[in-house]
C-alpha cells in the first residue's frame, strides 16, 4: 500500500507551513515557546510518518505508520488551539492552519479505516 503523491505532498506542504507560523510566532513567552516548539515537532512528523506509510512493507505497517500521523496531526490541532485560546495567538493566524489539520485527520483517518477493513 502507498499515498499517492497528491497526499505525500499535501502532509509536506502542512510541515511546511507549521515551520513558517512557528518562525513568527513571538518571542519570550515561555508557554508559546513550549507549545511552538511541540507544534513544530509534531507539525513536521505529518510529513515523516507520510514518507514511512508510504515505505511500508506491510498493510499493518502501513496503518501503524498513519496511525501515528493521526497521533501528531492531533497533537498539532492541540497545540494550536492552546496558542490560540491561552496565549492570545489570534484566530486569524491559527485557522488555516487549524482547517488543514482538520482535513489532514479527516482524510488519513477514512484511509486508515478503509484499510484496515480492506480483505
Do not use: W
Amino acid at each position: 500500500m502507498r499515498l499517492t503523491e497528491e497526499l505525500r505532498l499535501r502532509c509536506k506542504s502542512y510541515a511546511s507551513k507549521v515551520i513558517r507560523f512557528y518562525a513568527r510566532l513571538p518571542k519570550g513567552e515561555k508557554a508559546v515557546e513550549v507549545l511552538g516548539l511541540q507544534l513544530l515537532r509534531s507539525g513536521t512528523s505529518v510529513a515523516a510518518h507520510s514518507r514511512e506509510a508510504s515505505r511500508a512493507r506491510s498493510p499493518a505497517g502501513f496503518c501503524s505508520k498513519l496511525d501515528g500521523l493521526l497521533q501528531e496531526a492531533d497533537e498539532s490541532q492541540l497545540g494550536l488551539e492552546l496558542l490560540t485560546e491561552d496565549c492570545n495567538i489570534s484566530d486569524e493566524k491559527t485557522a488555516p492552519l487549524l482547517q488543514e489539520t482538520s482535513e489532514i485527520l479527516a482524510v488519513f483517518t477514512t484511509i486508515v479505516s478503509r484499510s484496515r477493513n480492506l480483505p
